[in-house]
C-alpha cells in the first residue's frame, strides 16, 4: 500500500529475529550493560553516576521486555528488572 506500510513489512521478520536473540543471550547483555555502566563510571570518577545507572536501568528494562514481547503472560507489570537507584530514604 504505502511506504510505511512495506516499510513495517520488511521489519517484521528482523524484529522477531532480534527478539529471539535477545532470549537467548539476555543474561551477555545485561552483564555487558553492567560492565559499561562501570566502565563509563569510573572514567568520569564517578560524576554522572546517577544519570549512568538510570541509563542503565531503563537499558536493561528495555532489553527485558524486547527479550520477553512473546512470553505468554508477560506485561508491563510483570518485569523483573531491579530498579535503577537506591531505595528512597524516609
Not at 535477545?22 to 547483555?29: L, R, S, W, Y
Request: cysteine-free.
Amino acid at each position: 500500500m504505502g511506504l510505511l506500510d512495506n516499510l513495517k513489512a520488511r521489519l517484521g521478520p528482523a524484529k522477531n529475529k532480534v527478539s529471539d536473540l535477545a532470549h537467548q543471550h539476555e543474561d551477555k547483555i545485561q552483564h555487558g550493560l553492567d560492565k559499561a555502566a562501570r566502565t563509563v563510571d569510573k572514567r568520569t570518577k564517578g560524576k554522572y553516576s546517577d544519570r549512568i545507572q538510570t541509563g542503565t536501568g531503563k537499558a536493561k528494562g528495555a532489553v527485558d521486555r524486547l527479550a520477553h514481547k512473546n512470553d505468554p503472560g508477560s506485561g508491563a507489570g510483570g518485569t523483573t528488572t531491579p530498579s535503577a537507584g537506591p531505595p528512597p530514604t524516609s
